[in-house]
């Protein structure tokens, strides 16, 4: 939307309400977390400002494009709104985003077939012109998240737009993430450099390789390969697919000495937040006792040329794979991450260690890997109905869970990956709390490309509500396993309880999952986590200069009743001057546009106040109330001094026989 | 003992529902589905 009054601070003041569900307000945070990854846009709870988002939970996923200035902004993440893309997709409006299909040159891109949309509903693809809307010098993006799916509004079976390049017309109305393309006009709206978030990404693809260099002290050193003897024979990047590109770096623990070590030290960074999450992919083709460390090398002013700790050791064995490993780090002073190779024994003449495709933000990592091998032919070959399991994991708390995927779908869902969560427990499991309460599960399919801000990888979140019952039962549905679950046994011949699963049928439909990078080598990953969500039970406090948030009452409660009444009750009430009509206690109300120095005010917004009028109007009731005393005090003096006239007059009067 | 097997628990219904989907079945009749226009963005339909 053009105009630089519509435009957020960088930082957006939030507030979540209380209606809102555990599992949204955890995906919302979710959201909040990619926002800071991949745009300068941060987020903060509400302390006060002038304006600010409320979050609550209405009868739909709806927003205002761009800032209103209304003060309290409504955004309504309600029943089903709770997956990340779609609370993205509504921020993005918050933020002055129109959807992609109202550009000005929508018509060069797509055809829109009148006459299959649902009856009233054709004003919902109309454009905007370019003095309303601004493309920002961003071609047409069929892949946006902004964008309309192709069966829109329809009216019966047949899609309403038809992508000029037949090529798109799947990859229309995509809810995974942000593309390309949306992040740059996010860049350009708000005048973004990078990432909030982001700390380095390298592929090795160019020979400067990313500024990293070699350590000093060290007798090896890495060396940028596109293949290496005894393996890989590709980098992972590319998987050897590109003529002339596809590279890596490489430690020849074949050709080096015993004791030898090789460090290679990425740029300088500077953390702002204080934790960050390394993500690389590691080939170990060297011998048993050969070592990957990673170290921080950490600088102050005492320590100019840097301190080096110790994070951890890369565990596991020598495997023909490229594995995914996660190092969680907490530097707090500009540092250098330090990849240290070391051969320790003797081993194969050939192989050593890889390393491609690193990534390093301020953010938590993921907790847990699922990686499932051949995933094309599992997806093509597996039966409808038919889940597979992931280990079950262990969470901080103590919990096990795992995820059951269904490769081809749940019945009546051919087509699809079906993807649930489970909890898991053991016979001899103690010191936990059923029902479960309030942790929230999520599974990520990873889109696997080599840079962390171009990832659009698809996720899903379901929370351990303790309260909830099962829908064909009076028990609990996240109870003890071992009392709602069914007894497994494991291939490795272990034996455990798996609970119910809690997911969706509709996780992610097969074209996707072979489209981007969501399956690379053959092989998918799955990124799993389960964290405790109980601290988004409670309240969000209230900022004390500020007056509380009006409680949702019929427009924001749960359900349909909310924003319909709104819409219903507010057929009849114009508001002016910017304001807007929403229901209160069940009457039609207008609430007014607001400034720092100006409010609009009035039944219809129809008068307008300011500091200015204010200060003139103490002024004038001062003066006024001077006068009036003034008057009063006049005519008092006045009278006193008439009666003691009258009073002098009336003394020659004499009074006889006073005395007598 | 486990007393019953539970049955799983679909939070999308079983159905794959767009932002205007669901909004459509919420009674909503919003611009463009989603978007809440004040006043001065009301277009002349």
């Known amino acids: 939307i053009i105009g630089d009054e519509y435009r957020w601070p960088k930082t957006i003041p939030y507030y979540m309400e209380d209606d809102l569900e555990i599992n949204a307000k955890g995906v919302i945070l979710k959201a909040f977390e990619q926002y800071r990854l991949k745009t300068c846009i941060d987020f903060k709870p509400w302390s006060g400002e002038s304006n600010y988002i409320s979050i609550f939970k209405g009868g739909g996923c709806f927003s205002s494009v761009g800032n209103r200035h209304v003060g309290k902004q409504r955004l309504s993440i309600g029943r089903n709104c709770d997956r990340i893309a779609t609370i993205e997709h509504e921020f993005l409006h918050a933020l002055g985003f129109w959807h992609e299909m109202s550009r000005s040159d929508r018509d060069d891109y797509v055809r829109i077939m009148w006459d299959r949309i649902s009856e009233g509903k054709e004003n919902n693809f109309k454009t905007y012109d370019d ?16 964008h309309y799916s192709k069966n829109a509004f329809r009216n019966g079976t047949e899609p309403t737009i038809i992508t000029k390049i037949p090529d798109f017309s799947d990859v229309i109305g995509q809810r995974m993430e942000f593309s390309d393309s949306d992040l740059l006009k996010l860049h350009r709206l708000y005048n973004c450099t990078q990432g909030s978030t982001f700390l380095d990404s390298c592929d090795f693809e160019r020979e400067n390789i990313c500024g990293m260099i070699q350590g000093e002290g060290d007798q090896a050193e890495w060396v940028r390969v596109a293949e290496a003897a005894g393996g890989p024979d590709t980098d992972y990047s590319n998987m050897g697919k590109c003529t002339g590109s596809g590279y890596f770096m490489h430690f020849s623990t074949g ?6 070590t090789a460090l ?17 992919f590691y080939y170990n083709s060297a011998g048993p006792s050969d070592k990957l460390k990673i170290y921080v090398r950490e600088y102050d002013k005492a320590n100019a040329n840097g301190t080096l700790r110790f994070i951890k050791t890369i565990d596991g064995s020598p495997q023909q794979l490229w594995q995914l490993h996660h190092v969680s780090l907490d530097v707090k002073t500009k540092f250098r991450v330090v990849f240290e190779g070391s051969k320790e024994g003797t081993g194969p003449s ?16 993921p907790e847990f890997i699922w990686r499932v091998k051949n995933f094309s032919h599992v997806m093509d070959n597996t039966t409808v109905n038919t889940p597979i399991f992931s280990p079950p994991f262990t969470s901080k708390e103590g919990y096990r869970f795992q995820m059951g995927l269904y490769p081809s779908g749940k019945e009546g869902y051919p087509g699809e990956l079906s993807a649930y969560a489970h909890l898991v427990a053991s016979a001899g499991d103690s010191g936990q709390k059923w029902p479960c309460p309030w942790k929230q599960m999520t599974m990520m399919l990873m889109d696997q490309h080599p840079h ?5 990888s698809n996720q899903r979140s379901v929370t351990t509500d303790p309260n909830m019952k099962a829908t064909d039962s009076q028990q609990f549905f996240w109870d003890d396993p071992r009392k709602v679950g069914s007894e497994v046994t494991d291939a490795d011949g272990s034996r455990y309880f798996r609970g119910p699963g809690a997911g969706t049928a509709v996780y992610l439909t097969h074209l996707r999952a072979k489209s981007r990078d969501f399956i690379k080598g053959g092989d998918a990953i799955f990124l799993l986590t389960m964290e405790d969500v109980s601290h988004l039970t409670v309240t969000q406090p209230v900022p004390s200069t500020a007056e509380p948030p009006i409680t949702s009452g019929p427009t924001g409660s749960t359900g349909s009743t909310g924003s319909t009444a709104t819409s219903e009750n507010c057929l009849n009430v114009q508001c002016l001057n910017e304001g807007i009509c929403m229901v209160d206690a069940g009457k039609a109300v207008c609430r007014c546009a607001v400034g720092d120095d100006w409010w609009y005010y009035g039944d219809t917004c129809q008068n307008r106040g300011s500091v200015m009028d204010k200060t003139n109007l103490a002024l004038a009731t001062s003066l006024s109330v001077l006068a009036v005393m003034l008057l009063v005090t006049v005519v008092s003096v006045i009278c006193v001094k008439k009666k003691y006239k009258k009073r002098r007059g009336d003394s020659s009067f004499i009074m006889a026989n006073v005395h007598a | ?8 628990y679909d939070v999308d219904g079983g159905r794959d529902l767009d932002i205007f989907d669901i909004n459509e079945e919420a009674g909503l009749d919003l ?6 226009l004040d006043g001065r963005q009301t277009r002349n339909s």
Do not use: H, W
């Open chain 1, 452 to 456: 962390i801000l171009k990832r659009m």
């Open chain 1, 264 to 280: 290679l030290e990425s740029r300088l960074l500077y953390p702002k937040r204080g934790f960050q999450c390394l993500q690389f």
């Open chain 1, 350 to 365: 050939t192989g050593g260690l890889s390393l491609d495709d690193i990534n390093l933000s301020e953010t938590t990592c």
């Open chain 1, 131 to 146: 003095t309303t809307s601004s493309s920002l010098g961003v071609p047409y993006d069929y892949g946006s998240m902004m």
């Open chain 1, 255 to 260: 050709t080096a000495n015993n004791g030898d």
């Open chain 2, 1 to 8: 003992l486990p007393t019953e097997k539970l049955s799983d």
């Open chain 2, 31 to 36: 611009a463009e589905g989603d978007i809440v």
